[in-house]
């Protein structure tokens, strides 16, 4: 193994195809990116050099329907974090803990995840619609008519109806990251905490928690990248509706883009994301430093 | 060290063969391929079957070309041939909207200018004034199929059972939809979600309060146009009471075009205003409500300049062809053929009006879309929909006041400075 890493031309050109690939499908486009959010450019003619003014209409104009976006992206990364995790973690925990069927829950709570968004958007599509949607439906029945609500049509209602499909779909993947982080974990250490008379909880809180701690850094920086960045199912199920309540920056630079022929501006807003995620990642590792055990 | 270098060797020649066979293969298919992209994906699009018959008329009468035909969702389609065009990947022959829309093509130099490449004899088969939205600097950029316009559909069978009047004032139509309302049933078919479908009601109750001049003026951004006029003010207030009458659904905001036609469509909602291809679905052979629609011109407002006989519409969508294309003439000749022959399945099915002088026995026409014609055929004028004589960025501005105002986030004085905006 050693020979292998010290053989330096090896490394080269085993890493090289993959960089390559992550040079011209990442980097690549993210300056050009850069660079066409200087310009003034409806995508299809010629570009206009105009300098920062798109990140200043961006930022400043009092019309910017931007920041409202923004502030709904920080709402999806704040019920990933505290609501999604959290979720994630239990289950994880409980299946560790050896439940009857083990490898049937978890395949069943990792089938959301592997299901495409667009599926899943159509589908809470309809559990959410008024007249025939399950959720009303169910609600009717139980005769709770006045709690019956246009879920995804009232401003109101809309971010958190938004916020079920995303957490329902990604808690399997994390549930399933922790799950194998705990069951990494030398089991002697459970029997030395079983020995000195530690219960289930104490355990979990004081033995699992700060064992699993790498990995719970790694799903904390997916979920939050991950619902910065979030289109697919909020495209779906609302796209950005009603009149932008659901708006996230995502969806508006996608329209700004190809709707509005505002090439420039939207590819400010797809700079603003990569940095904002940039910026959250540094942060996330300065705040849970890696371990030296 | 070898044999690494020798099964590197291996897999970069098996990828040059594989990639160069595939490259040969595209090459000779392309010469005899034309790529055709248009909306109307979903079997209850209305031009859907006759655009079929006329892509299988031109297969049969052209069998030495290869169609590549790709139909898409009207809304996710803008997306997809805008990013084709930019990416100089588009099609030969698509469909597109005329106006502003095409506009910003034409400046980019994407589409061919069509009238460069037939001859007078074919182009005078066009019927006058349809080339109007699609010709610019004295060039033509793209062909019309079909002369569309907006009317209000009414079931008459549901009016006849409530004892209602069909409305031709702004007033009794209130009525109407009050009486509706109050007997439970939703007065009017809307689907928000689309956008275009509420400017579809927008544009008409402009077209009435301000009247054609100034609606002309404001959608094409002429000099003096205004959108805080008194006539424009008049419109935002109207459409306001409409809405706060409780005239659409109560989830018209959530729900997409297709979705609010299905109670039309069974039979459960009286009114709809939407474009005239709306009567081939009316009338199709498992419609709830064959026969029992009629199509009446929009009400006129009481101290509006409107003209009940002024249309929203005119040729607006037509099939362009990509200045890319390698095949020009072939592709002016597919495209010339699918704009006359579309023009003439469509109007036989009751799907649009004919753009194309052609001879087609009256008597198999729908009656429902000769009455259209017949209503039109006394039109004072045409106007092309807002948002579509609007270019890229100011017509999603329209869309999305006209969906503010219909989710009940601006007043009408808000409405009309935001239209403002449009004209700085």
């Known amino acids: 193994m050693d020979k292998i890493f010290s053989n330096k031309k090896a490394v080269c050109v085993f890493i090289l195809p993959a960089l390559i690939l992550f040079i011209a499908i990442v980097f690549i486009p993210v300056f050009m990116s850069g660079y066409y959010s200087l310009l003034d450019w409806d995508g299809i003619g010629k570009g206009k050099f105009i300098g920062l003014q798109n990140y200043k209409e961006l930022f400043f104009s009092k019309n910017s329907s931007f920041w409202p976006a923004a502030r709904n992206s920080f709402l999806y990364a704040a019920v990933s974090i505290f609501i999604q995790l959290p979720i994630s973690l239990l289950l994880a925990l409980v299946l560790a803990n050896g439940v009857k069927f083990e490898g049937f829950y978890r395949c069943v709570f990792f089938i959301p995840v592997i299901i495409s968004s667009v599926v899943i958007g159509q589908l809470w599509m309809k559990i959410y619609n008024t007249d025939y949607g399950l959720l009303n439906t169910i609600l009717r029945k139980m ?38 982080a705990i069951k990494g974990i030398s089991p002697e250490i459970y029997e030395a905490a079983k020995i000195d008379g530690s219960g289930s909880v104490k355990t979990a809180f004081k033995i699992t928690i700060p064992l699993i701690r ?74 849970f430093p890696k371990d030296d055990e | 060290m070898k044999r690494f270098v020798k099964v590197c060797g291996i897999i970069f020649a098996s990828l040059i063969l594989f990639g160069g066979a595939a490259i040969a293969k595209e090459k000779k298919a392309k010469q005899t391929t034309l790529k055709v992209w248009s909306i109307w994906s979903a079997d209850s699009e209305s031009n859907k079957a006759p655009f079929l018959k006329t892509i299988e008329e031109y297969k049969k009468s052209h069998p030495e070309v290869k169609i590549e035909l790709t139909m898409t969702e009207a809304e996710a389609y803008k997306t997809k041939i805008r990013t084709a065009v930019a990416a100089n990947d588009a099609p030969d022959v698509f469909y597109y909207n005329a106006g502003g829309i095409l506009k910003s093509f034409v400046d980019a130099k994407k589409v061919l200018p069509i009238s460069d490449y037939m001859s007078k004899e074919n182009m005078s088969r066009i019927v006058d004034g349809t080339l109007s ?19 209000m559909f009414v079931n008459t069978e549901l009016f006849d059972k409530y004892n209602v009047k069909i409305p031709e004032t702004w007033n009794e139509l209130l009525k109407a939809v009050k009486t509706f309302k109050d007997a439970g049933i939703t007065p009017m ?33 002429k000099t003096g146009a205004n959108f805080q006029s008194a006539g424009m003010k008049l419109a935002a207030e109207k459409f306001e009471e409409l809405i706060k009458a409780g005239a659409f659904p109560k989830d018209t ?5 297709d979705e609010s036609e299905v109670p039309f469509y069974a039979g459960r909602i009286p009114m709809y205003v939407n474009g005239n291809w709306t009567a081939a679905n009316c009338q199709a052979a498992s419609s709830a409500v064959k026969g029992k629609i009629k199509a009446v011109r929009f009400p006129t407002i009481e101290g509006g300049k409107g003209n009940i006989n002024d249309f929203m519409g005119g040729a607006a969508e037509g099939f362009c062809v990509s200045s890319k294309t390698k095949q020009k003439e072939k592709a002016v000749e597919l495209c010339a053929y699918l704009a006359e022959n579309h023009s003439r399945n469509a109007y036989m099915a009751g799907a649009g009006m004919p753009t194309w002088k052609m001879n087609v026995d009256d008597s198999k026409i729908d009656p429902l879309i000769k009455s259209i014609v017949d209503l039109t055929s006394k039109a004072s004028n045409f106007l092309l929909w807002g948002n579509t004589a609007l270019e890229g960025n100011d017509s999603e501005t329209m869309m999305d006041i006209v969906s503010e105002m219909l989710a009940g986030d601006i007043t009408s004085t808000q409405f009309c400075s935001k239209f403002q905006e449009i004209l700085k």
């Open chain 1, 143 to 180: 005769g709770l008519d006045n709690c019956c609500r246009m879920w995804l049509g009232d401003k109101n209602t809309v971010l958190g109806a938004t916020f079920v499909p995303m957490l329902w779909q990604y808690t399997g993947y994390h549930m399933l990251l922790m799950y194998g």
């Open chain 1, 214 to 287: 790498p990995m719970l850094r790694v799903c904390l920086t997916f979920s939050l990248i991950g619902s910065l960045k979030i289109f697919d199912l909020v495209y779906v199920l609302t796209n950005g509706g009603p009149a932008g309540a659901s708006e996230v920056p995502a969806t508006l630079m996608y329209k700004t883009i190809f709707l509005r022929n505002r090439y420039g501006l939207g590819s400010a807003m797809a700079v603003f994301i990569v940095i904002e995620c940039l910026l959250f990642t540094v942060a996330i590792q300065k705040i």
């Open chain 2, 133 to 151: 939205n699609m010709t610019f600097n004295g060039k033509v950029y793209q062909l019309p199929y079909t002369l569309a316009c907006s009317v």
């Open chain 2, 189 to 221: 078919a809307l689907g928000g979600k689309d956008r275009w479908t509420t400017c579809m009601y927008t544009d008409l109750i402009m077209l009435r309060a301000a009247g054609y001049d100034e609606c002309d003026k404001a959608f094409y951004k």
């Open chain 2, 253 to 257: 905001i959530a729900i997409t075009r």
